[in-house]
Each structure stands twice: as C-alpha cells, then as structure tokens.
C-alpha cells in the first residue's frame, strides 16, 4: 500500500547539533511553488507543490562499494526540514545551468481581436475564444478544429499557454486541450520544439503513454488534443502520500521502464523525465507526458542540447559532453530514488546541485533493500557507457534485475498487473487531482498578439493537422512502426 499517514512520522533527535533521523518522509502543509530568478522555460503542463526534505538515514555509497546497505553515522544535512526548490523544465546550448538563455526577441505586431502582448507572464488578462480565432482555423486537410470542442475547466499552464479539459461536441469523450500561443514560440525560437512534440505524439502507442487524438492550428495559437487523464500527476500523489513502497514504486518504475524503452526502440528521447511529466489513470497506471523536449535520435549519435530538469539532469548533460538516450536512465534512476525517499538524492541551489550531479558519490538510506541499492547504483552510474540500460541488452538489462524479479513484463504490458493505489477519481469529468489554483480559475484564454516569423511571415506551423486513426486502421501498419 501507501506510506501515507503522518501520525507514523517519527523524529528522533540524535547526538550532535541539527541531526535529524526519520524512517518516513512526509510533508506537512503544503508549502506554495518558488519561482526561479532566472530565464527557465517550463515544458510541464500543470505544476504540483513542493514536498518538505527531511534527513533520513543513509548509507554513503562509493562506484565500487557493494550493493548492500552500510549503517552510516555521519551528519549528513544540517537543518530538519528544508523546503525543496524544484526546478522547471529549460532548454539551451549554454553547459552553465544558471546562465539565462540569450533568444532573439519577436516583433509582435497588434491586430484586430487581440491585444498587445504584457511582459508579466502572471498578469491574467483574459480574452475569450473569439470568433475569429474560431473562423481562422488552418487546416491541411479535413479534421476537426476549435469550434468542435466545448471548454469545461483550466487544468493546467506552462510557458507556452494553458491546458484545458475539454468535451468533443456531440459525444461524451473528455479530452486535455493543449494549447500553445504562436507568438510565444516564435519569440522563444522553440518552433522546432513545438513540432517535434507533435510529431512524435503520432508515432507512440503505448499503454503507459498518453495519446495524441487531435492537432489543429488558428491564427494565433496550436492545439494538441490528448487523453485526459483525471488520477493526478505522480508528484501530486508523492506529495500527499510521502513515499511509496517498494512494491508499488516496483510497479510504477517497471510502466515507466516499459514506456521508455518503447521510445527508445523508436528512436525517441524523451530528455525530462520527472514525477511531474508522469500522470496516474483512474486505475493507477503510470502514464507518461509531455513530450515537449523529446528528440528522436539514430544510435551512436549524441545530441549537445542542455536541455531537462536540473534535479533529473544526468552528469553527461551538465558537463557538456553529449547525451544519449542514457541520460532518460539516468532520470529513470532519480525518479525511483525520490519515489522510494520522498525527495531526488541531490539538492540544493543550482551550482550545488549541478557539483553534487557531477562529484558527489550516492548516498542510499539503509531502510531500503539490498535490491533496491544495486539498480539505484547501476541506473545513477555517473559515466553514462556503464549506466545499467546502456549495454549490448540495452532495458532488457534493466528489467532484468533481481528488483524486478515479481514483475511479469509480459502481463504489465497487458495492464494486467494493478497497482496498489488507486487515486480518487469520480467519473470521466472528475478534476479533484488538479490544484485548484487552476481548476478554480476562469475558462478564458490569454490575448495573444499576431505570430510573426523572422521573415516576416505568420506564423503557420505547416503539416501540424493531425487525426489519430481508428484502432481498426491502426492494426494496418507495419509493426516496425509501432
């Protein structure tokens, strides 16, 4: 089951000053997000809490230390309870994490039925969907468009535009809208971002990754129409539960492991990989999201993007030296380690972070199994050619291992194995894992100002249209393809 009462918190003070040791991690009140001081861009659709850090117990483990855990009396955080500063999704070529990324600025230009852009990205000026947002819809071929869909409920927002539950008019399908400001892109120089999302969206199906339905454009904005997955972000049930398990942490690392592989086997990286980007379905799959930095690849290439969440970042992106799809196994690694702890093994500002990333050996709380040691050591390998999931049985390798020795690949691919936890969902419609800051929030959409490329053109994302075909007509294609 789920760690998940705070009546079993138990805090010890020990010898020494500021020394802390609990068995369980679990936040109290939830604290509100920080906001970076520096030029971040935020791929994540709907942004959670933060959780509390507390010390635990840890065993401090060298590269060539054995799996099993070593009692460990050194004084390892100084303060009780410090309040984890999480970081956004960014993108860039510079190697310094901290660095502001310079992008050539867009000349937006005002039209009719929008206003002119507001450099506060918090200011909620609203504008409803107009008319001619409506009657402007691009479309290559036939599809659907905006005026298809009626808007229920604001879910989410990134730096981009807004997300919205959505209803397909005419049925009962309930749908996640997407929607991304043309303007926004082209000022940020991340249409080649914005494009590749889409397309690699239509090449995926899987069971632990959400489906692309729709694309379709207007004047002034994209739309992505997904599934609508109502069970909450993993981060969000993190935070209210603490920590999971290993039994179910089991559970959910194997559907991560199983959706990653299959992009890998695509050519695909996913590249920010994080318990924000993982939502839960009303029978507590894991379902993985937004694609926003997803890249696909040829093997024996490496890409030189710094690009990811700090925290999830691997030490071969830090330092420069070109990623691979090694570097999603290395997120794989910090996911299970903060779903098993409560919090990702480094932390701290960003110079610390990105030094601890680089130098600092893993320390592993000894109340986790010998198992759990040996793949959190093999999956946070810091030279990525020896990462467990990098060799000649590339995930095999990975599904392999003794801590996955209950799982039964073939039958989770199936979905027939269930999680332990199921979230509190009460219908297709249900909004209640949604923080409320959003949920509560008007259905309005920002004004945006006309799109205009350094050409001078505006703005049309050509060949974005998109119809996911029938089941029927998915079973045509080449399995190669799949």
Known sequence: MVSSQ??????????????????????MDPPRAVSSENDEFDFSDVFGSSPVQTSAELCDFGPDSPAAPVESNEEVY???????????????????????????????????????LTTDENEMNVEQFSDEEIGNAVTEDEGVGLDDFEILKLVGQGAFGKVFQVRKKGTSEIYAMKVMRKDKILEKNHSEYMKAERDILTKIDHPFVVQ??????????????LDFINGGHLFFQLYKQGLFREELAR?????????????????????????????LDPEGHAMLTDFGLAKEFCENTRSNSMCGTLEYMAPEIILSQGHDKA?????????????????????????????????????????????????????????????????????????????????????????????SFRPDVAGLTCIANFDVCWTNTSVLDSPAATPVTAGGGQGNFAGFTYVRPAPFLQDLKPSSSR
């Open 6 to 27: 705070t009546s079993s918190l138990t805090v010890k003070p020990a010898q020494g000053p500021k020394l802390f040791t609990t068995r369980i991690l679990l936040p």
């Open 78 to 116: 100084n303060d009780p309870a410090v309040i984890i500063k999480r970081s956004h999704s960014l993108v860039g070529p510079s190697s310094l994490v901290s660095c502001s990324l310079g992008l050539s600025k867009l000349t937006l230009n005002k039209a009719d039925g929008s206003s002119e």
């Open 251 to 279: 559970i959910y690392t194997a559907e991560i492991i199983s959706a990653v592989a299959h992009l890998h086997d695509n050519g695909i990286m996913h590249r920010d990989l994080k318990p924000e980007n993982i939502l």
């Open 327 to 419: 570097a999603d196994w290395w997120s794989v690694g910090i996911l299970l380690f903060e779903m098993l702890t409560g919090k990702p093994p480094f932390v701290g500002n960003r110079e610390k972070v990105q030094q601890k990333i680089v130098k600092e050996k893993l320390k592993l709380p000894s109340f986790l199994t010998s198992e759990a040691h040996s793949l959190l050591k093999g999956l946070l390998h810091k030279e990525a050619g020896k990462r467990l999931g990098t060799g000649p049985g590339g995930s095999d390798e990975i599904k392999k291992h003794k801590w996955f020795k209950p799982i039964n690949w073939r039958k989770l691919d199936a979905r027939e194995i269930q999680p």
């Open 212 to 225: 692309l339905r729709y694309s379709f454009q207007t004047k002034y904005r994209l739309y992505l129409v």
